[in-house]
């Protein structure tokens, strides 16, 4: 059975839980869907029981730092076991042509000669389009631009068993061009800054962020069955799961998750 393990639940500048990440977990390895803003990358996947052996294929959807950097650190430390001969076939890092040459800028600027020289070999940036369709761990992934109001921003949509299909919208609100893609989702995975009872305080919209009553609201006009939301403030931390799943119960009737760190959610 897929798993999704929830590594990081938080915005970019969240001290109390890490940057938004997580992993799809097939029998044959796994899938790193960003990586946060540091090595703290490393310690999450530790904690979860992820050897970094296990996972083979990776996407990072934008180069904002709190999801870039911390793919670094994986491809440091996958190049490191490459080197001691404990890492078996090729680490492929899945994103968009303008933000593959910026993560190849990073690693070149950044790594020792030794790690440098098994990219394009043991490890391989593999540019995708708006509307190709990947294998990932056997299942078909289909990469599209999100439309961002920011930066260039790429999600997915997945397979999964019977039939069912998995979305990953990144972190800006939904954007009607997109529909084609998410149509028909099972599972949404979506950010949701704040309460919309607290969007005065935190001010999403500005961030160009949308808040747990956009989300949901948005889940149940595509029909979707199974929610999740994350990318969040964390100033509510302690009681954010209780807070989002009694807003979120205001507009949405299917299953309602908001993960802590570590949580890992059966698919």
Known sequence: MRRLIVLGTGYALATRCYNTCFVLEEEEGCFLVDAGGGNGILTRLDEAGIPLT???EAFVSHSYSDHILGMVWVVRKIATLIGRGQYDG???????????AKLRTILELTFVASALGHLDAGIVINTVADGETRPILG???????IRSTK??????TTALADEKKLTFLGDEPYNERCEAFVNGSDWLLSEAFCLYSQRERFKPYEKHHSTVRDACKLAARMGVE????????????????????????????GNLFVPDDGDVILL
């Open 54 to 56: 296990r996972v083979r």
């Open 90 to 100: 090729i680490f492929t890092i899945h994103c968009h042509a303008e933000l593959a």
């Open 139 to 145: 299942r078909d992934t289909t990469f599209f631009d």
């Open 151 to 156: 930066e260039k921003q790429f999600g997915f």
């Open 226 to 253: 199974n929610l999740v939301l994350w990318h969040t403030e964390d100033e509510n931390i302690r009681a954010r799961k209780a807070l989002y799943t009694a807003e979120g119960r205001d507009y949405f009737q």
